[in-house]
């Protein structure tokens, strides 16, 4: 069983950074693929970016392209979410979920496990 924690998050006017850490426990992240998603109030969750088990491709969700980038430590074991050039409508929960294998998938049933999730606040 693999549980992810995430950390980092806050509240920031628009235009701030912010970076968002997953640190896994039992499991090391290497053998996955992981990715971020975020849940503002009164809307479904949805894809923000992903990261493949090597660290050497990413992919992002259009509205933060540009502005967002993961990256991930195997040797350490953690991956990351800086986010620059925040914006009010960025402002939502975001989780990090771990799936098993190597395909790149954007859909929320493909993950395995998840995260508790981080508030972000961005005011404007």
């Known amino acids: 069983q693999v549980q992810l924690v995430e950390s980092g998050g806050g509240s920031v006017p628009a235009g701030g950074s912010l970076r968002l850490s997953c640190a896994p426990s039992?499991?090391?992240?290497?053998?996955?693929?992981m990715g971020w998603f975020r849940q503002a109030p009164g809307k479904e969750r949805e894809f923000v970016g992903i990261?493949?088990?090597?660290?050497?491709?990413?992919t992002y969700a259009d509205s933060v392209k540009g502005r967002f980038t993961i990256s991930k430590d195997n040797a350490k074991n953690m991956v990351y979410l800086q986010m620059n050039s925040l914006k009010p409508e960025d402002t939502a929960v975001y989780y990090c979920?771990?799936?098993?294998?190597?395909?790149?998938?954007?859909?929320?049933?493909?993950?395995?496990?998840w995260g508790q999730g981080t508030q972000v606040t961005v005011s404007s």
């Open positions: 979920a771990a799936r098993r294998g190597e395909a790149l998938r954007m859909n929320i049933p493909d993950y395995d496990y």
């Open positions: 039992g499991r090391t992240f290497s053998n996955y693929v």
């Open positions: 990261i493949s088990r090597s660290g050497g491709t990413t």
